[in-house]
């Protein structure tokens, strides 16, 4: 079946430095998007979506972009802190269906 | 936003036995999920949960080795029946929001099985 994945399993930022995670998504159906965050020991946390008719979305220090032409998704994380350090996973779906379908997930450390 | 908790929040259970993880909502919902997540990896959706009707399963999971119930808007069970240690997993339920396509997962129970 169709999946959805990412480019890096790990990434390291300097406390206060900006970080981007990237998502690469196979279904073209797809037309909903959302990243969460997951804490050790604890279930995934919703932080931002985005649908396919808008190319970028922000929130409170978290901006994602949409790519639909190379089928990309992106999460950037601006002045990171320790709190932010955590496993980010983007899924996708169809907006109404709310089966999800997860991308494989990078762990994000903020380094002191 | 919807306030979930599961029971137990982990087990160590022996080859050959089930286990059933209870999943409560503060609200009342029309569908709830069920996931597994296996160490170090994604999530993937095992069924999903309608009050009333039979859960509808994905590909590779069936209602033998994962029965579940759904008895009333804010409870949900999953069994794992006759356990191996491939099913050491973390088991997660989520919930739809009902004005947003937003979901909402439980803690999870982390399932280990020797």
């Known amino acids: 079946g169709e999946s959805v994945g990412l480019h890096l399993p790990t990434l390291s930022v300097q406390e206060g430095d900006n970080s981007i995670i990237n998502c690469a998504y196979s279904?073209?159906?797809?037309?909903?998007f959302i990243w969460y965050k997951q804490e050790s020991g604890k279930g995934p946390q919703f932080i931002i979506d985005?649908?396919?008719?808008?190319d970028k979305r922000q929130g409170q220090r978290v901006t994602v972009l949409l790519n639909k032409t190379v089928k990309h998704l992106s999460l950037q994380i601006a002045a990171t802190q320790p709190g932010d350090s955590a496993v980010y996973f983007c899924?996708?779906?169809?907006?109404?269906?709310?089966?999800?379908?997860f991308g494989t997930g990078t762990r994000l450390t903020i380094i002191p | 936003s919807a306030v979930i908790s599961q029971k137990p929040s982990r087990d160590i259970c022996q080859r050959g036995t089930s286990l059933t993880i209870q999943c409560q909502v503060d609200?009342?919902?029309?569908?709830m999920f069920w996931y597994r997540q296996q160490p170090g990896q994604s999530l993937t959706l095992i069924a999903t949960?309608?009050?009333?009707?039979?859960?509808?399963?994905e590909s590779g999971f069936v209602i033998d080795k994962f029965p579940i119930s759904r008895p009333n808007l804010t409870f949900s069970t999953l069994t794992v029946s006759n356990m191996s240690p491939e099913d050491s997993s973390i088991y997660l339920c989520?919930?739809?929001?009902?004005?947003?396509?937003?979901?909402?997962f439980g803690p999870g129970t982390r399932l280990t099985v020797l």
């Open positions: 989520s919930v739809a929001a009902t004005m947003s396509n937003e979901q909402f």
């Open positions: 279904n073209s159906a797809s037309d909903y």
């Open positions: 985005i649908r396919s008719n808008m």
């Open positions: 899924a996708e779906t169809n907006f109404g269906n709310e089966k999800l379908t």
């Open positions: 609200s009342q919902v029309t569908m």
């Open positions: 949960a309608n009050q009333g009707s039979e859960a509808t399963y």
